[in-house]
């Protein structure tokens, strides 16, 4: 690179110059009349790394944008697989609880159920056992009363006191 500072282009792109950029600095030189030891040099070796720098980065940026239609696509058909995935495990995580939760309901109902029905039939042979003892009591008084009536007989009048301190009762018709 003749004529141009070769070490100054080292230290600011960190290589060699190439034969593209010595033909762009030589134009760049002749353009501007500059000397091999002008002082725009620096500035202008830094402005050129920036337009490469930049230059580059553009060219890349848009290799990258040209490729994201299809990653992008793919992304969004992973992300919608995925989302399928969760929302189908979602809604089994979901119908499972409210199976759970109705087996839970529909057996404390059962139960409850038999227990109010095992009250009922306990209640209803109570009342039945009870209508039972006061029909066989009233049987009982009545045959007795027939037995002591028929038998033995009853007292015509109030009963009363004998001399010796016994009770007594006049029983008319029985004992001659």
């Known amino acids: ?8 282009f080292e230290q600011v792109y960190g290589r060699a110059a190439t034969a593209a950029d010595r033909e762009r600095l030589v134009r760049v030189k002749a353009g501007l009349g500059l000397s091999a030891h002008d002082e725009l040099w620096p500035v202008l070796m830094v402005l050129d790394h920036y337009s490469a720098t930049t ?6 940026i848009l290799k990258a944008l040209a490729t994201l239609p299809g990653t992008m696509d ?23 609880a409210a199976v759970e939760r109705l087996s839970r309901i529909v057996a404390e ?9 095992s009250a009922r039939e306990k209640i209803t042979s109570g009342i039945v056992g009870a209508l039972l003892a006061l029909v066989f009591a009233v049987a009982g008084g009545a045959g007795t009363y027939l037995y002591i009536a028929s038998a033995v007989g009853i007292c015509d009048e109030p009963p009363g006191v004998a001399q010796d301190g016994r009770w007594v009762c006049y029983v008319a018709d029985k004992y001659p």
């Open 1 to 8: 690179m003749a004529d141009l500072p070769a070490t100054l």
């Open 55 to 60: 230059t580059a980065a553009r060219a890349d």
């Open 74 to 96: 793919a992304s969004m058909r992973e992300m919608e697989k995925a989302a399928g995935r969760r929302a189908a495990a979602a809604v089994a995580q979901a119908v499972t």
């Open 109 to 117: 109902r059962a139960l409850k159920t038999a227990e109010n029905i």
